[in-house]
């Protein structure tokens, strides 16, 4: 079956603009969570949401932020883009098994300017 | 969720058993021990998890001591395309309200020669 897509791949952006990333989960998974990769932090959660809901979220600003459809695709969304917020964004989407394991997309690599 | 202490790096010859240690001094009781891995500009991919008892899958095996504070996954024949930095992450399992966080350490750079 098909894996977690996100779209864009790559994309780059100025300071000041916004972005807005996509997610496509694994079908029938119905949770979808966020995840930043940089260099000098690592993999850092952002966000979770799960029927449509954000049911966690991590330690970053307000200028972060996500939803998710009635279909369980998700977008996250960074405004006000700072030079700081280049990084790999990773979605991974979550069935409900006991195994309770995470299946990650390739990332969408931003690139602030 | 726990935390763990890994290596930051090893290496390992292509074809031998490679061990990457976790140290998870703090875990408790309903939390379990999983293994990701990620390969240079990819996402993270799962590898195995387990409670206590040993586990296996086709990609690894996992040894938990018995005091459940450290953990060893094996990797039994090595290739160059496990060369990956590889993250050990205790957490609860099911039925907690946090199926899609994850804590990622810094993780070992584990480098597979020919």
């Known amino acids: 079956k098909a894996g977690v897509t996100q779209t864009p791949r790559y994309l780059i952006k100025t300071r000041g603009q916004q972005v807005t990333l996509s997610c496509s989960p694994i079908?029938?998974?119905?949770?979808v969570s966020w995840y930043q990769q940089t260099p000098g932090q690592g993999l850092q959660f952002l966000f979770e949401?799960?029927?449509?809901?954000?049911?966690n979220k991590g330690n970053f600003p307000g200028r972060f932020s996500g939803r998710q459809f009635s279909n369980s695709r998700s977008e996250m969304n960074v405004s006000t883009l700072e030079l700081g917020d280049s990084a790999l964004y990773l979605c991974a989407s979550s069935g409900h098994s006991g195994a309770n394991v995470l299946t990650f997309g390739a990332g969408s690599r931003l690139t602030v300017l | 969720d726990a935390k763990t202490t890994q290596p930051p790096s090893m290496d390992c010859a292509e074809g031998r058993a490679a061990n990457l240690p976790c140290n998870h001094s703090?875990?408790?009781?309903?939390?379990?021990v999983y293994w990701y891995r990620q390969i240079h500009s990819q996402g993270p991919q799962y590898i195995i998890h387990g409670l206590k008892n040993n586990e296996t899958n086709e990609m690894a095996s996992l040894i938990i001591t018995e005091d459940r504070k450290s953990s060893t996954l094996i990797l039994p024949h090595a290739t160059l395309r496990d060369t990956a930095v590889y993250y050990c992450?205790?957490?609860?399992?099911?039925?907690?309200?946090?199926?899609?966080?994850?804590?990622f350490g810094q993780g070992t750079i584990l480098t597979v020669h020919p």
């Open positions: 949401y799960f029927s449509e809901t954000q049911r």
């Open positions: 079908s029938g998974h119905r949770s």
């Open positions: 992450i205790v957490r609860i399992n099911a039925g907690g309200t946090s199926y899609g966080k994850l804590t």
């Open positions: 703090t875990i408790s009781g309903n939390e379990y």
